[in-house]
């Protein structure tokens, strides 16, 4: 093969060494994929009762009036723990340690959030709206509390990233994979708070 | 004939015969609310897979980084 051959053959891509997706990334995603489907559906049916609510109002007349403004608040500060967990990623690139005082910061907010939804609960179901006083206070429970729920578990597997850091043992992946399910629990409170609340 | 015909004819007509099974009445005002979360709930399964697909495709060709 002479020099002039050698010259035109092909140069061989790198092989690739690592996945082009982390495992725990990938994963996340697709739970994410279904969580955002299984709220989907609870929208979907408040909408379709909503418009076929006997009265044509809605909130069906008599029920307690939702604590929107108050809820807005606590709205601001999901949020505001949402930006502090991204800058909190920003951080990571530098220093594990870095990132712990804004996800710290992530874990209060969150923790005041969830605090005033039970406590909105608690007093709204001293009002007289349950599960079963209509369609529409069964749907509000549903949908917030379902939240609520996904919260406290953000914040449990923001726990567990704090002890993780803490011992320096926390791989980038997996605190990517903590972020997206932390930015999904962020993203979705004003959808619902906008169809719920307002 | 007329027997064979007539269901036949009225089954390309579905809302002038009733004969939708879930949607009921016809001329309820609130199948708009059904359509909606319908067409959403169909476009967003797919809309959330061309996102993970682009995401993924984007990975891929991105530099590999050392």
């Keep these: 093969m002479s020099v002039a051959e050698i010259a035109v053959l092909p140069v061989p891509r790198p092989r690739r060494t690592k996945p082009v997706v982390e495992s725990a990334v990938l994963g996340m995603l697709i739970f994410v994929y279904t969580e955002v489907m299984f709220f989907a559906a609870m929208l979907s049916g408040y909408h379709i009762d909503q418009a076929r609510s006997i009265t044509g109002v809605w909130p069906p007349p008599g029920e307690p009036a939702l604590p929107a403004a108050a809820t807005a608040v606590t709205t601001v500060a999901l949020i505001a723990s949402g930006v502090a967990v991204f800058l909190a990623g920003r951080r990571f690139r530098e220093s594990s340690a870095a990132a712990l ?32 006083t209509s369609a529409h206070s069964g749907f509000f429970y549903m949908i917030v509390g379902s939240h609520a729920v996904h919260c406290v578990v953000a914040i449990g597997i923001l726990a567990w990233t704090l002890a993780r850091i803490g011992r320096g043992a926390l791989s980038a ?21 906008g169809v719920v609340y307002l | 004939m007329t027997a064979r015909v007539l269901p036949l004819l009225l089954g390309a007509f579905p809302s002038a015969a009733w004969a939708c ?21 169909s476009l967003l399964p797919l809309a959330m897979m061309a996102g993970i697909f682009s995401y993924l495709w984007w990975a891929m060709r991105r530099p590999m980084s050392t």
């Design chain 1, 101 to 132: 005082l804004p996800l710290r910061i992530a874990a209060v907010l969150a923790s005041l959030f969830v605090g005033w939804q039970v406590y909105e609960a608690v007093k709204l179901v001293g009002e007289g709206l349950t599960l079963q």
């Design chain 1, 173 to 193: 992946p997996a605190f990517q994979a903590v972020r997206i399910f932390w930015y999904f629990v962020v993203g979705l409170w004003p959808f619902l708070y």
């Design chain 2, 21 to 41: 099974p879930s949607c009921a009445d016809p001329k309820d005002p609130t199948q708009a609310a059904f359509l909606g979360p319908t067409i959403f709930m």
